[in-house]
């Protein structure tokens, strides 16, 4: 049966660098700081931000030469000069591709040959990735076509590798004049459908080779509007907020235009650089944090010594938060949760606005979409609460396609029109949203379904636990078994006794048969979002064949 179309706003959408440019922002937000790097101190006014992207924007037409159809890719961490290049981007309407910073020189050079990209806009830390690149004979060509431009202010008549940079794009059309001039102001330059592609986001390739989900200007700002309407978070609009998901992944990218709608004022700071987190919120008196469940475990079992008062809510997402961080969080510090669902086909999908407690659940889905839930067996649509089963999605937010890979895209889509997440979920008798765990996490233990999922939460649950990974490792008999990795507090429990808590805590089948393994460090390797790199931990184990018997 085909999905019922949810519910659309189609009389306010507009295109996002008009929306964003335009009537949303009054004259008194123009001279007030909107955005300030937590790692330089770097600030800058919407109205400089506006007038920045502005002379980039006219430089890239120029300069650049760039037209409607062009793809503009941008590789460097979260920062002022970051965000000038995505505002110039929306005020042209061409669209831009982010690569994440983390990534080495082969994922370079996939993602540019996958979008075909006319313009580079690379920081100058990652420079050494591109010039490695360029060295093989695959990639030569981009000698000749790729317009590269370089992050960080250099006035040197010869910048790394001949090339330009933001600061002489910017300040080559700064001035008023005739070259100024001729160019034309309009927003957006190019007209363009509303169906256009703003952006192409590429998922986390977790599962194979990453797919680039375009998302357009009637997808985002149909997902913004209706977050926008959530009437728990308003009080909260204003306050300045700390964003450590990257603006180049498609969470911090949506959160900086509702930010930037809402007047809001905003700190950079990525999860690379989350050591400096209680300073930066100390120093800038952030009310606001917005970030993966990590940072908010980070805030919860780390804040002693530091005063993060002024903080009234958290935004958390890219993994289920564990009751005990929640706890924390809400009856020590006083600090409301707004728990949220997402992805990068479909942006935000829920968010629970019940600001008054500690969340058990996502909330219910925004109006922008309809949602079931699949029996991972029968695949028939589950109608009973707290059955679990794949999220199933539809809706005007939805991304447009993957891009230039249709087979891809039908995978993704099953024959009545739903979209098939990939997550799996519950739903309470109010229809709030509960979410499990990724069917690919899925740990198959002896005919058992084990969620990793569950079992981190129950170990954060511990005071002394202050972050954990769990992941399958291989078994003759019984196919797979759980292990955790973990970092805690030694002064407070030994391995030993973490292993006690959970053999008293868990189901039979929980059980870390493949044991808990310590990790000496302040932090588990993570990805650019802040979430634990699970896979780099399957690879530990990934040669690894237990053959215990158990009892």
């Given at each position: 049966m085909a999905p019922p179309f949810p519910e659309q706003d189609d009389e306010t959408i507009v295109p996002l660098g008009q929306y964003l440019f335009g009537d949303q922002i009054d004259d008194s937000f123009r001279d007030k700081i909107f955005l300030t790097e937590g790692k330089t101190g770097k600030q800058i006014t919407y109205g400089?931000?506006?007038?920045?992207?502005?002379?980039?924007?006219?430089?890239?037409?120029?300069?650049?030469?760039?037209?409607?159809?062009?793809?503009?890719?941008?590789?460097?961490?979260?920062?002022?000069?970051?965000?000038?290049?995505?505002?110039?981007?929306?005020?042209?309407?061409?669209?831009?591709?982010?690569?994440?910073?983390?990534?080495?020189?082969?994922?370079?050079?996939?993602?540019?040959?996958?979008?075909?990209?006319?313009?580079?806009?690379?920081?100058?830390?990652?420079?050494?990735?591109?010039?490695?690149?360029?060295?093989?004979?695959?990639?030569?060509?981009?000698?000749?076509?790729?317009?590269?431009?370089?992050?960080?202010?250099?006035?040197?008549d010869n910048p790394i590798g001949g090339y330009s940079t933001i600061e002489k794009l910017i300040t080559a059309f700064q001035d008023s004049g005739e070259n100024n001039n001729r160019i034309k102001t309009t927003v957006p330059y190019f007209s363009k459908s509303l169906d256009s592609t703003v952006t192409i986001v590429f998922t986390s390739g977790s599962t194979g080779i990453p797919k680039g989900a375009c998302h357009t200007h009637r997808t985002i700002l149909n997902n913004m509007i209706h977050l926008k309407r959530f009437e728990a978070m308003k009080p909260y609009h204003r306050l300045p907020t700390l964003l450590s998901y990257p603006v180049g992944h498609l969470s911090g990218n949506s959160l900086l235009f509702f930010l930037m709608a809402t007047q809001t004022p905003i700190i950079l700071l990525d999860y690379s650089q989350i050591d400096r987190l209680f300073e930066t919120i100390e120093k800038y008196h952030v009310g606001q944090v917005y970030g993966a469940s990590s940072v908010m475990n980070l805030l919860a079992k780390n804040h002693?010594?530091?005063?993060?008062?002024?903080?009234?809510?958290?935004?958390?997402?890219?993994?289920?938060?564990?009751?005990?961080?929640?706890?924390?969080?809400?009856?020590?510090?006083?600090?409301?949760?707004?728990?949220?669902?997402?992805?990068?086909?479909?942006?935000?999908?829920?968010?629970?606005?019940?600001?008054?407690?500690?969340?058990?659940?996502?909330?219910?889905?925004?109006?922008?979409?309809?949602?079931?839930?699949?029996?991972?067996?029968?695949?028939?649509?589950?109608?009973?609460?707290?059955?679990?089963?794949?999220?199933?999605?539809?809706?005007?937010?939805?991304?447009?396609?993957?891009?230039?890979?249709?087979?891809?895209?039908?995978?993704?889509?099953?024959?009545?029109?739903?979209?098939?997440?990939?997550?799996?979920g519950q739903l309470d008798l109010q229809g709030n949203l509960r979410i499990v765990d990724r069917i690919k996490e899925l740990i198959k233990y002896n005919g058992y379904s084990v969620f990793p999922a569950d079992i981190e939460c129950c170990l954060m649950n511990h005071p002394a636990v202050t972050a954990i990974v769990v992941v399958p490792v291989k078994h003759r008999k019984y196919n797979q078994v759980p292990r955790a990795y973990v970092i805690i507090n030694e002064d407070q429990i030994t391995i030993k006794e973490l292993e006690t808590y959970a053999n008293e805590n868990l189901g039979y089948h929980q059980r870390l048969r493949g044991g808990i393994i310590q990790i000496h460090d302040k932090q588990l390797e993570s990805t650019s979002m802040g979430k634990v790199d699970r896979q780099y931990y399957k690879r530990f184990c990934a040669d690894e064949c237990l053959d215990f018997i158990d009892d």
């Open positions: 400089q931000l506006e007038q920045q992207a502005q002379s980039l924007a006219k430089s890239m037409l120029s300069l650049l030469g760039i037209e409607p159809d062009d793809i503009c890719a941008i590789m460097g961490d979260s920062s002022i000069q970051y965000v000038t290049i995505i505002s110039a981007c929306l005020l042209l309407n061409v669209p831009y591709t982010s690569i994440a910073a983390v990534f080495s020189s082969f994922y370079l050079g996939q993602q540019l040959d996958r979008t075909q990209a006319k313009c580079l806009f690379i920081a100058r830390y990652h420079y050494p990735k591109l010039e490695r690149l360029l060295q093989q004979k695959q990639y030569s060509h981009y000698k000749n076509r790729l317009k590269v431009v370089i992050f960080e202010n250099d006035q040197s002693r010594g530091h005063d993060i008062s002024n903080i009234r809510l958290v935004m958390a997402g890219g993994s289920k938060l564990s009751s005990g961080t929640a706890d924390i969080l809400f009856h020590q510090l006083g600090i409301k949760i707004l728990d949220a669902y997402g992805s990068t086909e479909c942006i935000f999908i829920s968010a629970n606005d019940r600001l008054d407690r500690v969340p058990d659940n996502v909330g219910q889905v925004l109006g922008c979409y309809q949602m079931k839930l699949m029996d991972l067996v029968t695949k028939e649509t589950i109608t009973s609460p707290g059955k679990s089963g794949e999220i199933c999605l539809c809706g005007s937010s939805m991304f447009r396609e993957y891009y230039n890979n249709p087979e891809e895209m039908k995978r993704a889509f099953d024959d009545d029109g739903w979209f098939h997440t990939g997550d799996i």
